[in-house]
């Protein structure tokens, strides 16, 4: 696992071939998870988000975001088993936000995970499946920036004080037709 230090003690771990099984997961995660179209609000109005979700997680692990309360579906055979092998990192989650983004006219703009029911300095982890997408990390008072390619397969970590002191996006690539899960 490559480890990239960012400023004001964030930084990013990234492992180009974490799961080498992609091709598999990709298919079963598009066949178990019932993937929706959700409106979130955004400076104050309802606008439909720029990609497919779902959350999954414990029963417990109710998630708020942009307005939106997320009731957790439960953990399906294949995210349970990812789960496990995260678990072998170090790395327990009791949720996973499932993205689908069809194409590359779907994207996240600039944000960070920074939800109270995270806690102060969260770790999140994004696991990418399907087509290559630019990811982008924007510190929230200097110039620095950064921009990363997520691979199929690939695992990216944000730690330390990555959520407060940076913002990160999965811009717009029109010329991507192929899907991406993450």
């Known amino acids: 696992m490559q480890r990239i230090e960012l400023q004001d003690g964030a930084y990013l771990e990234l492992?180009?071939?974490?799961?080498?099984e992609a091709d598999a997961?990709?298919?079963?995660?598009?066949?178990?998870?019932?993937?929706?179209?959700?409106?979130?609000k955004l400076f104050g109005r309802e606008v439909m988000q720029p990609r497919l979700v779902a959350w999954v997680g414990?029963?417990?692990?109710?998630?708020?975001?942009?307005?939106?309360?997320?009731?957790?579906l439960p953990w399906t055979p294949t995210l349970r088993a990812l789960r496990a092998k995260l678990a072998q990192s170090d790395l327990a989650f009791n949720g996973v936000l499932c993205?689908?983004?069809?194409?590359?006219?779907?994207?996240m703009g600039l944000h960070s995970d920074s939800e109270p029911e995270l806690g102060p300095d969260p770790i999140v982890a994004s696991l990418s499946?399907?087509?290559?997408?630019?990811?982008?990390?924007?510190?929230r008072r200097s110039d620095h920036a950064l921009e990363v390619a997520l691979t199929h397969g690939s695992l990216l970590v944000m730690r330390g004080?990555?959520?407060?002191?940076?913002?990160?996006?999965?811009?717009?690539?029109?010329?991507?037709?192929?899907p991406r899960i993450n």
């Open 15 to 20: 492992d180009p071939e974490w799961l080498p």
């Open 129 to 139: 499946l399907g087509a290559t997408r630019r990811f982008q990390l924007r510190h």
């Open 25 to 40: 997961v990709q298919l079963a995660l598009m066949r178990e998870i019932p993937f929706e179209a959700r409106a979130i």
């Open 58 to 72: 414990d029963a417990e692990a109710v998630y708020a975001y942009s307005g939106v309360r997320h009731e957790p």
């Open 161 to 178: 004080t990555t959520q407060r002191f940076y913002r990160h996006a999965v811009p717009k690539q029109r010329t991507n037709t192929a």
């Open 99 to 107: 993205n689908l983004y069809r194409d590359g006219r779907d994207s």
